[in-house]
Antibody, heavy 120, light 110 residues
């Protein structure tokens, strides 16, 4: 059974870099049919796609966040990671990792999410 | 890249049918039929309900359907049940290897 689990600091200071890791179990991150993505949700607001990655390292980013986002993959650990630089309070959100199909670009399995608060 | 437009809220009584619309531009939907719909209960992760416009994942009730016409996608829930009360989000492939979500719709079962 596929499971995804986000991990990382729950509190980040303004102007610093937010770093999260998603550990995948029950499926190989090198699956040819999958991308792996990050989505966030500010408290009380809607979902926002951050970006996605293929195991080969090809990345796809939300244009509005592209300048601050880096997504990487570690196939040896079956993990992928998110780095978001120069954070502000507006980046406070629940961050989800999810598996995305290559065929339809839908997210068919999600992690439980992790709240990251940006505050000094 | 603007969010897709959804009504903020919809409501219906048990047993009724409701439809949630999701409107974008030709650059959002384009010629693709890569619209997905997600259900989110409070404090929970979203759950995929519809993909590629009208397909249902295994385990999702056939009370959920999702036709698309032009630049508008729709999610219809028939035979409304109390457990359907949740937030619903549409999402579409928007070209150039990007995705865009709708703003979300709160469904209330009266």
């Amino acid at each position: 059974q596929l499971q995804l689990q986000e991990s990382g600091p729950g509190l980040v200071k303004p102007s610093e870099t937010l770093s999260l890791t998603c550990t995948v179990s029950g499926d190989s991150i090198t699956s040819s049919s999958s991308y792996w993505g990050w989505i966030r949700q500010p408290p009380g607001k809607g979902l926002e796609w951050i970006g996605s990655i293929y195991y080969s390292g090809n990345t796809y980013y939300n244009p509005s966040l592209r300048s601050r986002v880096t997504i990487s993959v570690d196939t040896s650990k079956n993990q992928f990671s998110l780095k978001l630089s120069s954070v502000t309070a507006a980046d406070t959100a629940v961050y989800y990792c999810a598996r995305m199909t290559r065929s339809g670009w839908e997210f068919d399995c999600w992690g439980q999410g992790t709240l990251v608060t940006v505050s000094s | 890249q603007s969010a897709l437009t959804q009504p903020a809220s919809v409501s219906g009584s048990p047993g009724q049918s409701i439809t949630i619309s999701c409107t974008g531009t030709s650059s959002d939907f384009g010629s693709y039929n890569l619209v997905s719909w997600y259900q989110q209960h409070p404090g929970k992760a979203p759950k995929l309900m519809i993909y590629e416009g009208s397909k249902r994942p295994s385990g999702v009730s056939n009370r959920f359907s999702g036709p698309k016409s032009g630049n508008t996608a729709s999610l219809t829930i028939s035979g409304l049940q109390a457990e359907d009360e949740a937030d619903y989000y549409c999402c579409s492939y928007a070209g150039s290897s990007t995705l865009v979500f709708g703003g979300g719709t709160k469904l209330t079962v009266l």
